[in-house]
C-alpha cells in the first residue's frame, strides 16, 4: 500500500496542464473494438485505471502501439474473445470501473459481450441496471450468473429501438450508444446522459462513419451502420482534475494558473467554486486563481438563506466535484450545505476532516453542513486511508493546506485517475514525498 507524506502550510506557485481526462479515456478506449481500423488516440492520461484497460484490450488481442507520451495506435482486426470465457479475464474486468464499456462494443461487433461485475470506487451501490434494460432493448439475450456476479449479453444481430432510460447514466449511455451505431435500423435514447465524455464520444463515433444526431442532448438519434472505420481522437482535458487545482490554489491561498482547460467544456465548475468566494478568473483558456490572502467567502441564495451545492447529471454539477467543494469550505467565510445526491457512501469521509479539525455535521449519508474556519483556525496534520478517489485528493489537498506532517495511505485510489500527481505538485512548489 503506497503512502504519501506531506508537510503542509506552504504556498505553491506556478502553472500546472491538466491530464487527458480519465472517463473520456475509458469510454474511447473501448470504441476501438468497433472496428478493425486503426485509430489513433491522444493525451490518453498515465493513470492507473487507464493503463488497465489498455492491458486488458491487449489480451483481447487488440494491436497497441504507444508511439510517444499519452499518443497510442490501436487496431482491433484479430480480437480473440475466447479471451472472455477465461478466469483471467474476471480478474482484470473486474480492475476497473470503465471496463464495463467493452460489453456494447462487443455485443454489436462480434454478437455477444460478457463482464465480471466491475470495480471502481466503492461509494454507495453502483448497479449496471440502466445498462443492460438497454442492450435488452435492442433485442440482445441477457444472463447473470449471481454466484460469480458475470454478466453477458448476446445477440445475432441488433436492431434499433426507442428507449427511455431510467436514469441518465454515463457508462450505461456509453455501452447503449456503441452498440446501437452498428445494429440495424434507428435507435432514440431518450434521458441520455451528456457529459462532455459523451459528447467526445458521439463526435468521434461520427469520424468512424456513425450517424449520431442530437449530440450534447439528453436525446440521442442513431442511424446503424454496418460497419465503422478508422480515425484520430484527441482527449479533452480532465475537468475532475481542473477543479480539484482550483480547489487547491484556494485552500493554500496560492496563485495558481490551469492552462488549456477548454473552457467551453466546464459548464458550471467555475461558477460553483466562484460561489464558494473563489476568484477564477479566464485568460484565454487559461484559468488563472490568484492567491487568496484574504480568504474567500461563501455567497448565500439571493434570499439570505444558506447556500447548497448539489450534484446532478449533467449539464448539473458532477458529482465527481463535490468531494473537493467540501474540503475546500472548510477554510472559507461562511457555511454550505453539499448534498450528494447521487451515491450513498462518497462523504462519510469527512470523518477525517473532522479528525483534522474542521466543523462539519454529516446530517445524513448524502448531505453535510460545512462551517468555514476563514483561516482563523488551520487544519492540524494527522494520518489518514484514501477511500476513494476524490476523497483521496480532497484529504491530499486538506494536508497541504494543514499545519504539520500528514500521511495519506491507500494513494492506489488517487493514483488510479491523477497523473503522476506528487512530481507534478512538487513542480509547484508541494512539499510531497511518495514513501512505498
Ligand atoms: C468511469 C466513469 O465514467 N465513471 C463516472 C460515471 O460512473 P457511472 O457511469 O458508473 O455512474 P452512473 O452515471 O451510472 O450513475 C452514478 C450514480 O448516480 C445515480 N444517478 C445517475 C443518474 C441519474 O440521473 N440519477 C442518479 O441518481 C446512479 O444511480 C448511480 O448511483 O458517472 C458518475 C456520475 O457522474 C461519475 O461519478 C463517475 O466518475
Ligand atoms: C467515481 C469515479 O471513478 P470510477 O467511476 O472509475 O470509480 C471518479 O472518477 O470520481
Known amino acids: 500500500m503506497g503512502t504519501f507524506k506531506i508537510e503542509g502550510g506552504h504556498q505553491l506557485k506556478g502553472s500546472i496542464q491538466p491530464q487527458g481526462a480519465k472517463n473520456e479515456a475509458l469510454q474511447i478506449l473501448c470504441a476501438v473494438l468497433l472496428t478493425s481500423e ?15 484497460l489498455i492491458a486488458l484490450l491487449k489480451k483481447l488481442g487488440v494491436k497497441v502501439e504507444k508511439l510517444s ?55 454507495g451501490r453502483r448497479r449496471l441496471d440502466t445498462h443492460f434494460e438497454g442492450l435488452i432493448k435492442l433485442g440482445a439475450k441477457f444472463g447473470y450468473s449471481k454466484e460469480e456476479q458475470f454478466y453477458g449479453v448476446e445477440a445475432e444481430r441488433l436492431k434499433g429501438t426507442y428507449m427511455l432510460l431510467e436514469e441518465a447514466s454515463v457508462t450505461g449511455t456509453a455501452n447503449i450508444l456503441m452498440a446501437a451505431v452498428l445494429a440495424e435500423g434507428k435507435t432514440t435514447i431518450y434521458n441520455a446522459a451528456c457529459e462532455p465524455y459523451l459528447q467526445q464520444l458521439c463526435k468521434m463515433l461520427n469520424r468512424m462513419g456513425a450517424k449520431i444526431s442530437g449530440v450534447g442532448s439528453n436525446m440521442l438519434v442513431i442511424e446503424g451502420v454496418d460497419r465503422l472505420g478508422g480515425t484520430e481522437h484527441t482527449m479533452l482535458p480532465d475537468m475532475i482534475e481542473i477543479g480539484s487545482w482550483i480547489g487547491l490554489a484556494a485552500m493554500t491561498k496560492s496563485e495558481l494558473t490551469i492552462t488549456n482547460v477548454s473552457w ?15 476568484t477564477v478568473e479566464r485568460r484565454g483558456d487559461d484559468i488563472h486563481i490568484p492567491a487568496h490572502n484574504d480568504g474567500y467567502e461563501i455567497q448565500s441564495f439571493i434570499d439570505g438563506s444558506i ?56 446530517c445524513d449519508p448524502h448531505r453535510a453542513t460545512v462551517i468555514g474556519h476563514d483561516f482563523k483556525s488551520t487544519l492540524k496534520a494527522t494520518t489518514m486511508t484514501s477511500p476513494d478517489i476524490r476523497a483521496g485528493v480532497s484529504l491530499l489537498i486538506a494536508a497541504l493546506s494543514a499545519k504539520g506532517t500528514s500521511t495519506i495511505q491507500n494513494i492506489e485510489q488517487i493514483d488510479r485517475g491523477y497523473e503522476n500527481i506528487d512530481e507534478r505538485l512538487r513542480a509547484i512548489g508541494a512539499h510531497i514525498e511518495r514513501i512505498d
Open 264 to 278: 467551453n467544456d466546464l459548464g458550471l465548475i467555475p461558477e460553483t467554486f466562484r460561489k464558494l468566494g473563489i
Open 307 to 362: 447556500l447548497t451545492i448539489a450534484d446532478a447529471p449533467w449539464p448539473g454539477f458532477t458529482p465527481d466535484l463535490l468531494s473537493i467543494i467540501l474540503v475546500v469550505a472548510t477554510q472559507a467565510r461562511g457555511s454550505v450545505l453539499v448534498h450528494q445526491k447521487m451515491f450513498e457512501s462518497r462523504l462519510f469521509f469527512v470523518d477525517k476532516l473532522i479528525d483534522m479539525g474542521a466543523k462539519i455535521i454529516l
Open 38 to 52: 486503426k485509430i489513433t488516440i491522444n493525451n490518453i492520461p498515465d493513470i492507473v485505471d487507464v493503463n488497465k
Open 69 to 123: 507520451k499519452g499518443v497510442y495506435t490501436f487496431q482491433a482486426d484479430q480480437v480473440n474473445l475466447a479471451y472472455l470465457e477465461s478466469d483471467q479475464f474476471k480478474i482484470d474486468g473486474r480492475g476497473l470501473r470503465g471496463s464495463i464499456m467493452i460489453v456494447g462494443p462487443l455485443l454489436a461487433r462480434f454478437g455477444r459481450g460478457y463482464i465480471p461485475k466491475p470495480g471502481g470506487d466503492k461509494i
